[in-house]
């Protein structure tokens, strides 16, 4: 199974930076999408973004122009760069490998435990 690791979680100001990693020994190799999610408290999760294994990408659209999701397919590393934060995007993000009609079956199912963005104004 592809079990992604996030890191790079933290608080920032409205405005701010913030460059998230999700590592996936095995993703490349497994041809999973990969996709982040993330869930406010009391609310329920929602989907982010997702790379292709061709390299598309998409977004959902409160983060269209702020956000950018990328891949390393040598370090089998997704990363999510958002820029522009505002406090609307505090949540635990979470990063899911999931499977297309490419992906060696069954490998392309978990979640990551998450990641704390917090943004203050």
């Known amino acids: 199974h592809v079990q992604p690791v996030e890191s790079g979680g933290g608080s920032v100001q409205a405005g701010g930076s913030l460059r998230l990693s999700c590592t996936a020994p095995g993703f490349t190799s497994n041809r999973c999408v990969m996709a982040w999610f993330r869930q406010a408290a009391g609310k329920e999760r929602e989907w982010v973004s997702s790379?292709?294994?061709?390299?598309?990408?998409v977004y959902t659209d409160s983060v269209k122009g702020r956000f950018t999701i990328s891949s390393d397919k040598v370090q089998d590393t997704v990363y999510l760069n958002m820029t522009s934060l505002k406090p609307e995007d505090t949540g635990i993000y979470s990063c899911q490998a999931q499977a297309s009609v490419l992906s060696t079956y069954g490998r392309c199912n978990r979640w990551g435990q998450g990641t704390q963005v917090t943004v203050f104004s």
């Open positions: 790379i292709m294994t061709s390299g598309n990408t």
